[in-house]
């Protein structure tokens, strides 16, 4: 009787360290993802430096996106102008707008060659963040 009330004890003891060690697991899975979720979108020529940290779009634009090159860096400049005004408007009238959707502004200027990465991947946030959020900025209907 001794010997299996220890056997259960011992079994006990090692399926709790196993499942504590699931849950550490779990942790640094979600923490792996949110270090995922992160993009840096920067153009270290010019000092010009954007960082998202948006759940699910790092995923988004790798499976969902128009790969790079489909547009062309013009196209994107224009449109990224009129979404940086929308969105600095937006952020500017937060009784009007979630300001937890619109926290900051956006300093986008037209004279500045950003470079396709930057314009790229900007492009395609203001995509992801309205699809995400059912929102509509300058009057564009979000395309993929």
């Known amino acids: 009787m001794k010997t299996l009330v220890y056997l259960v004890l011992t079994v006990g003891i090692l399926i709790g360290c196993n499942s504590s060690k699931t849950m550490a697991t779990k942790d640094h899975v979600a923490k792996q993802e949110a270090v995922n979720d992160t993009v840096r979108i920067a153009n270290d020529e010019i000092e010009y430096e954007i960082i998202i ?4 779009f790092n ?5 969902r996106a128009r790969p790079e090159g489909y547009y062309s860096q013009q196209f994107m400049e224009n449109r990224n102008m009129f979404y940086v005004n929308e969105w600095n408007r937006r952020v500017l009238s937060p009784n009007r707008f979630n300001p937890n959707l619109y926290e900051m502004q956006i300093d986008y200027q037209p004279h500045i060659d950003y470079g ?5 991947k900007l492009y395609n946030y203001f995509i992801y963040f309205q699809l995400t959020y059912n929102q509509r900025l300058a009057g564009f209907i979000p395309r993929i």
């Open 116 to 120: 396709y990465d930057v314009n790229y």
């Open 53 to 56: 940290i948006e759940p699910g």
């Open 59 to 63: 995923f988004w634009l790798a499976s």
